[in-house]
Each structure stands twice: as structure tokens, then as C-alpha cells.
């Protein structure tokens, strides 16, 4: 067989199970209502511009402003010359809304978890893991060489097995570290975060707390699930993205200044890699302005006013605690493909179909992401459209 045949094969194999993936239609721009090439306009559920900020106007002038001032490129890492105001201007903010001594961003989130958890662990060390954590934690968990041990979703007995089994199973010295989201990426719930933090501490392990979902959206002014439940000072590191609510691109972890300076000096995506373009620093400063501020607060409100109207409109039962993603199991990978295209079609909504590997095998779901700028009656249009797939699920 050639390697392009090889190929082939991979390919022919994912489309006879569903899960082939192809590139969505370009869009020019995205906002919670779309235009194709076509010409047809579709309502979004699929982005993570939860507060709307990519397209604020203050965001694209402080990125202008930015651009002007630094240029387009950093020209190197931020350890030769690519260090600029710019970032360190942003990371001070961060530092400041997270609540925490210092941050340091990175290209991306997934980046930032890929540079630090290697970074903080290895061999010799330990790590627990929620099950429904992402794909960019496994990866970097995997990339650490450390012993990675998975407990089913905020499944907190069997952490708590797992930490005693760790204890008998650690060298003096070593770490074990327990590796959660706030917001699970795919199913839209939070971490069971007291009882984790806890269990944690009582058998001294630390936590890394991947607030992707959280950032500007969750806690007081959107600093968090840790913030708002009041464990920021008990979690060792605190990950997020600039790319989600914040409407930018890029990723941070926020700690100790002995954590930062401890990646400066090891994590590699950090040392080994471009510094983010200035203008994106700029932009993601204000970003930080803007969720702090009313216009921020304003947006939030208007996310949980449609969280609680869709919440509704879906009979949902009610969950612990109100996030943007809500979604839609239908089990057979197929069908969600087939319920994806058909919201699109008959409804001129874009919803995504995940599958396998993002979920597990027959756990294939359409997520909803909502937006602070989404309609009532771009809701009740998507319920519209959800209703056959609800009832018959
Ligand atoms: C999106 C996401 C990331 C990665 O962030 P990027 O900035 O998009 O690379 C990391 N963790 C979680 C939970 C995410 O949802």
C-alpha cells in the first residue's frame, strides 16, 4: 500500500463509522448570526464568544492601537527579544483580575497546558484526572511522562481512593496533581470544586483548574469558578484562554511568582515558541477592562437571562449551576450528524454534532453554546428546531 492509499484507508474507515469530519462553510465573520457564501444568514449556537467581545468596538481599537504600536509579529520568544509592554502590561492585569501574585500567557490554552503540566510533573510524580477533562490536559498530562490515573466525572470517592492509593505510592518529594475544568467543555456542568480542593489538600496534592469556560462568564465579574466559591488562594494553578469569552486568542496560567518565574524557566510551548503577536495583548488588556466593567456585567446579565429562557423552553431539569452549554445527547453518532444537518436546513441554525473521540463512543451530542447577544426569539427558534430531537431522545 503507498501512503496515500494508507491515507485513504484511515479516511474511509472514520466515514463509515460517522465520524469523519470535514470543515464547516467559511464564514467572513462570526456573531451569533452568520452569513454563508451562499448568501443564506444562519443564528450561531456554536461559538465561544459567550459575551459577544470578539466584535466589540473597543476591542477592535484597542487591537488597532495595538497593531500600530508593536507591529503584526513579536519577532522572537519571549526569552530572546519578544518580550514586550504588551504582554507584560496584560499579564499584570491578569495577575490582578485572577487575584493572584502573577500570570503568564502563552499562544494558546492549549499551548499553556502543554508547556505547564510537563513543567510541574514527570516521572516519579502523579496525576488524577476528571474524566471529562480536555483533550489539551490528557495530551500534556501524557507528554509529562508522569503516572496519569482518570476518576470518573467529579466522582469524588473514588479521587479520594485514589489520592490514598497515591500517597503509599509516592517517593518523598514528589507531586501528585489533580487536574480539573470548571466548566466541562462538552456537557456544560461544573466541578464538584469544594469537596475536590478538600480532598486535595487533606492528602497534600495540588490542583490545576482549567477555567476556560469560566473566564469572564462564571464568578464575580467573571473571574471564575475558584473566585467565586472563594478558593482562589488553595488552587496552585489557574489555566485559562483569552479565545473564549474574552474574544481574543491565546491562553494563561495565573499563580505564585515562584509558579511563573518555575515556567519561564521550563515550560517548553512557552520557551520554544514565538511570543503572541502585541496587538493581541493589547486587545485581550481591554477585554480584561471590559468584563470588569458594567458593559461587561450587563453582558453576563443578558447570558443568564437566555441560559434561564432556554432552560425553559427545554423543560430542562435544573442544574447546579447555569452555563452557556447545554448539550443535547443523542447516542448514535449518526444521528447527530443527521440532526445537525437537519436544524440547518429546516431551521438555519448552526449547531455542532460531537462525536468520538471529543465524547465518548455513543455519547454523540449537538452542543449548544448561548451568547449574551442571542434574541428571545433566536431561542425560541432554536427550541423550535430541538424539539423533535428532545422528544424522541
Ligand atoms: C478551548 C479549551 C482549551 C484550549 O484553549 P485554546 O485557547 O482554544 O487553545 C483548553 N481547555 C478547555 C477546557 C477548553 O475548552
Given at each position: 500500500?503507498?501512503?496515500?492509499?494508507?491515507?485513504?484507508?484511515?479516511?474511509?474507515?472514520?466515514?463509515?463509522?460517522?465520524?469523519?469530519?470535514?470543515?464547516?462553510?467559511e464564514?467572513?465573520?462570526?456573531?451569533?448570526?452568520?452569513?454563508?457564501?451562499?448568501?443564506?444568514?444562519?443564528?450561531?449556537?456554536s461559538?465561544?464568544d459567550?459575551?459577544?467581545?470578539?466584535?466589540?468596538?473597543?476591542l477592535?481599537?484597542?487591537?488597532?492601537?495595538?497593531?500600530?504600536?508593536?507591529?503584526?509579529?513579536?519577532?522572537?520568544?519571549?526569552?530572546?527579544?519578544g518580550?514586550?509592554?504588551?504582554?507584560?502590561?496584560l499579564?499584570?492585569?491578569?495577575?490582578?483580575?485572577?487575584?493572584?501574585?502573577?500570570?503568564?500567557?502563552f499562544?494558546?490554552?492549549?499551548?499553556?497546558?502543554?508547556?505547564?503540566?510537563p513543567?510541574i510533573?514527570?516521572?516519579?510524580?502523579?496525576?488524577?484526572?476528571?474524566?471529562l477533562?480536555?483533550?489539551?490536559?490528557?495530551?500534556?498530562?501524557?507528554?509529562?511522562?508522569a503516572q496519569?490515573?482518570?476518576?470518573?466525572?467529579?466522582?469524588?470517592?473514588?479521587?479520594?481512593?485514589?489520592?490514598?492509593?497515591s500517597?503509599?505510592?509516592?517517593?518523598?518529594?514528589?507531586?501528585?496533581?489533580?487536574?480539573?475544568?470548571?466548566v466541562?467543555?462538552?456537557?456544560g456542568?461544573?466541578?464538584?470544586?469544594?469537596?475536590l480542593?478538600?480532598?486535595?489538600?487533606?492528602?497534600?496534592?495540588?490542583?490545576?483548574?482549567?477555567?476556560?469556560?469560566a473566564?469572564?462568564?462564571?464568578?464575580?465579574?467573571?473571574?471564575?469558578?475558584?473566585?467565586e466559591?472563594?478558593?482562589?488562594?488553595?488552587?496552585?494553578?489557574?489555566?485559562?484562554?483569552?479565545?473564549?469569552a474574552?474574544?481574543?486568542?491565546?491562553?494563561?496560567i495565573?499563580?505564585?511568582?515562584?509558579?511563573?518565574?518555575?515556567?519561564?524557566?521550563?515550560?517548553?510551548s512557552?520557551?520554544?515558541?514565538?511570543?503572541?503577536?502585541?496587538?493581541?495583548?493589547?486587545?485581550?488588556?481591554?477585554?480584561?477592562?471590559?468584563?470588569?466593567?458594567?458593559?461587561?456585567?450587563?453582558r453576563r446579565?443578558?447570558?443568564?437571562?437566555n441560559?434561564?429562557?432556554?432552560?425553559?423552553?427545554?423543560?430542562m431539569?435544573?442544574?447546579?449551576?447555569?452555563?452557556?452549554i447545554?448539550?443535547?445527547?443523542l447516542?448514535?453518532?449518526?444521528?447527530?450528524?443527521?440532526?445537525?444537518?437537519?436544524?440547518?436546513?429546516?431551521?438555519?441554525l448552526?449547531?455542532?454534532?460531537?462525536?468520538?473521540?471529543?465524547?465518548?463512543?455513543?455519547?454523540?451530542?449537538?452542543?449548544?453554546?448561548?451568547?449574551?447577544?442571542?434574541?428571545?426569539?433566536?431561542?425560541?427558534?432554536?427550541?423550535?428546531?430541538?424539539?423533535?430531537?428532545?422528544?424522541?431522545?
Amino acid at each position: 500500500m503507498t501512503y496515500e492509499e494508507n491515507w485513504r484507508h484511515r479516511l474511509h474507515d472514520l466515514q463509515e463509522t460517522a465520524l469523519y469530519r470535514t470543515l464547516p462553510d467559511e464564514i467572513a465573520r462570526q456573531a451569533s448570526l452568520v452569513s454563508m457564501p451562499s448568501g443564506r444568514s444562519y443564528l450561531n449556537f456554536s461559538s465561544n464568544d459567550y459575551l459577544g467581545l470578539s466584535g466589540h468596538p473597543a476591542l477592535i481599537k484597542a487591537f488597532e492601537r495595538g497593531l500600530r504600536e508593536g507591529g503584526v509579529g513579536s519577532g522572537a520568544s519571549r526569552l530572546v527579544t519578544g518580550t514586550m509592554s504588551a504582554h507584560c502590561r496584560l499579564e499584570e492585569s491578569l495577575a490582578e483580575y485572577k487575584g493572584t501574585e502573577a500570570a503568564l500567557i502563552f499562544t494558546s490554552g492549549y499551548a499553556a497546558a502543554l508547556g505547564t503540566i510537563p513543567a510541574i510533573v514527570g516521572r516519579g510524580d502523579i496525576i488524577l484526572m476528571d474524566k471529562l477533562s480536555h483533550a489539551c490536559l490528557v495530551d500534556a498530562a501524557r507528554l509529562s511522562g508522569a503516572q496519569l490515573r482518570v476518576f470518573p466525572h467529579n466522582d469524588m470517592g473514588k479521587l479520594e481512593r485514589l489520592l490514598v492509593w497515591s500517597r503509599k505510592q509516592r517517593k518523598p518529594n514528589s507531586t501528585v496533581l489533580v487536574v480539573t475544568e470548571s466548566v466541562f467543555s462538552m456537557d456544560g456542568d461544573t466541578a464538584d470544586l469544594i469537596p475536590l480542593v478538600e480532598l486535595a489538600e487533606s492528602h497534600d496534592a495540588i490542583v490545576l483548574l482549567d477555567e476556560a469556560h469560566a473566564t469572564g462568564v462564571i464568578g464575580p465579574r467573571g473571574r471564575g469558578l475558584a473566585a467565586e466559591l472563594g478558593l482562589t488562594k488553595r488552587i496552585a494553578i489557574h489555566m485559562g484562554t483569552l479565545s473564549k469569552a474574552l474574544g481574543c486568542a491565546g491562553g494563561f496560567i495565573a499563580g505564585s511568582s515562584t509558579l511563573i518565574q518555575l515556567l519561564v524557566n521550563s515550560a517548553r510551548s512557552f520557551i520554544y515558541s514565538t511570543a503572541p503577536p502585541p496587538a493581541l495583548a493589547v486587545a485581550a488588556q481591554m477585554a480584561i477592562q471590559l468584563v470588569n466593567s458594567q458593559d461587561g456585567e450587563d453582558r453576563r446579565q443578558n447570558l443568564r437571562a437566555n441560559i434561564e429562557l432556554l432552560e425553559k423552553l427545554l423543560d430542562m431539569p435544573p442544574r447546579s449551576s447555569p452555563t452557556p452549554i447545554v448539550p443535547i445527547i443523542l447516542g448514535d453518532e449518526k444521528r447527530a450528524l443527521a440532526a445537525a444537518q437537519g436544524m440547518r436546513k429546516s431551521y438555519k441554525l448552526i449547531l455542532p454534532a460531537i462525536r468520538y473521540p471529543t465524547v465518548p463512543r455513543c455519547k454523540a451530542r449537538l452542543r449548544i453554546s448561548l451568547r449574551a447577544d442571542h434574541t428571545h426569539a433566536d431561542l425560541r427558534q432554536l427550541a423550535d428546531g430541538l424539539k423533535p430531537w428532545c422528544i424522541s431522545n
